[in-house]
T-cell receptor
Framework: NAGVTQTPKFRVLKTGQSMTLLCAQD?????MYWYRQDPGMGLRLIHY???????AKGEVPDGYNVSRLKKQNFLLGLESAAPSQTSVYFC????????????FGPGTRLTVL | AQTVTQSQPEMSVQEAETVTLSCTYD???????LFWYKQPPSRQMILVIR????KQQNATENRFSVNFQKAAKSFSLKISDSQLGDAAMYFC???????????WGAGTKLIIKP
C-alpha cells in the first residue's frame, strides 16, 4: 500500500516551458487535491476533484490546469511556466466521508528559471 | 473569510520536556474540523491529530494532545516528553463541514534541544 505518490520529485523548468505533475493514490479515495507550499506560508489549494471526470478551482488556480481521467490519478499541468510558480507542490486525497483526513504525497519541488 | 493564525514562527524545547504550540482561527461556521500536521525535513505532511468541533472532549494521540476552546476559537497542540524526532514544522489547519478546502496556518518550526 503506497498511499499517495507523486512524480517527479524534483524538476527545473525554464520560463515558458510546460510540464505535468502526476499524482496517484491506491486508497480508492474519491477526492483529490493539488496544493502549493511557498516559504513562510501554509499550503494553498490550487484545484481539487470530487470524482473521476470532475475538477474544480481552489484558492490559486491561475496558470494551472488539471485532469482526472481515472479515479486513482490526478494530473496538474503548467502550460507556460513562470518564476512565480516556483514552489513545492503537494497532492492529497481523502474519502467522501465528511471531514475525512487528507493524506499527502511526498511533494514535488519545482523551480522555474 | 476563514483564516488560521499561528503566532509562533519558531519554538524550542528541551528534550523530554513539554511544549505547547498555539493556533487560532476565525470562522462563522458552527461545524468544522481542526487538524495538526507535522512536516519533517523530508517534506512529507503527516497528520498528528484531528478534532471535530462538535466534540467537547479534547483529542489525544499518545504524547500529543490538544486544548480546543471553541468559544475562543483556539486550538493549541501540546507535545509531552518531547523527542528529537518531533523536530519539524507544525501546521494547524481548518476545514468547514460544508467545504472540501483545508485552510492552513503559516506553520511553527519546532526545535528540540538535546
Amino acid at each position: 500500500n503506497a498511499g499517495v505518490t507523486q512524480t517527479p520529485k524534483f524538476r527545473v523548468l525554464k520560463t515558458g516551458q510546460s510540464m505535468t505533475l502526476l499524482c496517484a493514490q491506491d486508497m480508492n479515495h474519491e477526492y483529490m487535491y493539488w496544493y502549493r507550499q511557498d516559504p513562510g506560508m501554509g499550503l494553498r489549494l490550487i484545484h481539487y476533484s470530487v470524482g473521476e471526470g470532475t475538477t474544480a478551482k481552489g484558492e490559486v488556480p491561475d496558470g494551472y490546469n488539471v485532469s482526472r481521467l481515472k479515479k486513482q490519478n490526478f494530473l496538474l499541468g503548467l502550460e507556460s511556466a513562470a518564476p512565480s510558480q516556483t514552489s513545492v507542490y503537494f497532492c492529497a486525497s481523502s474519502s467522501r466521508v465528511r471531514g475525512d483526513t487528507q493524506y499527502f504525497g511526498p511533494g514535488t519541488r519545482l523551480t522555474v528559471l | 473569510a476563514q483564516t488560521v493564525t499561528q503566532s509562533q514562527p519558531e519554538m524550542s524545547v528541551q528534550e523530554a520536556e513539554t511544549v505547547t504550540l498555539s493556533c487560532t482561527y476565525d470562522t462563522s461556521e458552527s461545524d468544522y474540523y481542526l487538524f495538526w500536521y507535522k512536516q519533517p525535513p523530508s517534506r512529507q505532511m503527516i497528520l498528528v491529530i484531528r478534532q471535530e468541533a462538535y466534540k467537547q472532549q479534547n483529542a489525544t494521540e499518545n504524547r500529543f494532545s490538544v486544548n480546543f476552546q471553541k468559544a475562543a476559537k483556539s486550538f493549541s497542540l501540546k507535545i509531552s516528553d518531547s523527542q528529537l524526532g518531533d523536530a519539524a514544522m507544525y501546521f494547524c489547519a481548518y476545514r468547514a463541514y460544508s467545504n472540501y478546502q483545508l485552510i492552513w496556518g503559516a506553520g511553527t518550526k519546532l526545535i528540540i534541544k538535546p
